[in-house]
């Protein structure tokens, strides 16, 4: 488990890097560790007790802004050994025919999301009805209409919706921001993103179109129609994209094994992106301008992240993601705080809807104009 220690530590051992790191990444560091924390804190359920789930817990248990105080799981022996792991109460446990009844639990404030995709839009409703703010997994819906179905509930609702978007707040990744905002890397002209793995049991509801949505896209190759955006810095205006498959008995009809897309960017920029179930060492980001570059590699794995740009390795410290992601959510939610890459359903859309016109492009071979 991470602990506040272990962050301590990781930062002990860097001490001269972190002196000579731009300010984004002591902000950062600064955030993570607040001993004397006094202020208000978000009390969260995780809805969906599996493998990310865990690792959020887990990773919240070093939070001082966010707490997890419920559960929502259809796994009656998983909710018995977090109550006992996290010390949650009888009442903050539900199931997910009863959890609408979280409208009359005064001490959850939000919930996480962190069921297989094609869930999200209804319990993200349900959520939002039952007057909770929400926070959801990637991809947060299955295409960018119920995508806005689930922002306009939660602005009909008054809550907050939110997207466990972990990179947006990760040190190395803000630094090329920074630096792509000051201009050192002169006008922005190419980005790359690799997003891969071979993935493994073909059982598993990510290669089951009803519970994934698609293949590889949904899961993986987000992170690079996301990367896209926040690296260039600009909304894509057209997608092409070319899907491949070598395996259709275990990648089948609407679970996409492959696809290689490009998007191009109103300021002429464009991207070149690989996304895929089927090769692995594939987790790289590259970003050029007419002044300079920046690559991470790996890019958007659990950490730590590594990167480097023209002007040198960078040094920014490791954080663990969902610690740092639950500490700035928190602030959002609470106290209205503005990300310096947005995490609301908003965001969310327009990855969507790229999703929705990188699959129209793979049926059409042509070249697909979206407006985002
Ligand atoms: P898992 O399969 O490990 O866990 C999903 C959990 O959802 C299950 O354990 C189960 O929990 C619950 N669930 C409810 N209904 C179903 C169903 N019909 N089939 C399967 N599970 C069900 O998936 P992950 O935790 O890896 O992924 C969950 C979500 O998190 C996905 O949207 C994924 O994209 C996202 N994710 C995000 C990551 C990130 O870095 N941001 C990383 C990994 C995943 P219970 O038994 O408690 O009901």
Redesign the pocket.
């Known amino acids: 488990m991470n602990t506040r220690r272990d962050f301590l530590q990781k930062i002990g051992g860097s001490v001269l890097a972190l002196h000579l790191a731009p300010l984004v990444a002591k902000a950062d560091a600064d955030r993570v560790f607040e001993p004397s924390y006094a202020g208000p804190v978000l009390r969260v359920a995780i809805?969906?007790?599996?493998?990310?789930?865990?690792?959020v817990a887990e990773a919240m248990q070093a939070c001082v802004k966010a707490k997890l105080v419920g559960?929502?799981?259809?796994?009656p022996s998983?909710?018995k050994s977090w109550q006992s792991k996290y010390g949650i109460p009888e009442k903050n446990c539900y199931n997910?025919e009863n959890f609408d009844n979280i409208k009359n639990n005064p001490d959850i404030d939000a919930v996480y999301v962190?069921?297989?995709?094609a869930?999200?839009h209804d319990q993200v409703l349900r959520v939002a009805k039952a007057g909770k703010h929400v926070i959801c997994?990637?991809?947060m819906a299955l295409n960018a209409k119920q995508g806005q179905e689930m922002v306009d509930a939660c602005t009909k609702a008054k809550v907050k919706l939110l997207v466990?978007?972990?990179m947006h707040f990760e040190p190395k990744t803000l630094e090329i921001i920074r630096m792509r905002k000051a201009g050192e890397l002169g006008k922005v002209r190419f980005f790359q993103g690799l997003c891969g793995f071979k993935t493994g049991d073909p059982g598993?509801?990510?290669l089951n179109k009803e519970?994934a949505g698609g293949g590889s896209l949904?899961?993986i190759g987000i992170y690079a129609i996301n990367g896209s955006r926040y690296m260039i810095g600009e909304e894509p205006i057209w997608v092409t994209a070319q899907e491949t498959k070598t395996d259709p008995i275990k990648f089948k009809v609407g679970v996409d094994e492959t696809i290689q897309f490009q998007l191009g960017f109103p300021s002429g920029a464009t991207a070149s992106c690989l996304s895929t179930y089927n090769m692995n060492n594939l987790d790289r980001f590259f970003l050029t301008g007419d002044d300079g570059f920046a690559e991470l590699m790996p890019a958007?794995g659990?950490g730590p992240i590594q990167g480097r740009t023209s002007k040198g390795e960078l040094t920014n410290p490791h954080i663990t993601?969902?610690t740092v992601q639950m500490e700035e959510m928190a602030d959002v939610i609470l106290k209205g705080k503005q990300p310096i890459i947005p995490v609301d359903g908003n965001e969310a859309v327009k990855d969507l809807k790229v999703i929705d016109a990188i699959y129209e492009a793979t049926k059409s071979g042509k070249k697909t104009l979206i407006s985002i």
């Open positions: 809805c969906g007790l599996g493998g990310y789930g865990t690792r559960v929502i799981s259809g796994t998983k909710i997910y962190i069921t297989p995709n869930l999200h997994e990637k991809p466990g978007y972990r598993q509801w990510r519970l949904m899961d958007t659990y993601h969902q």
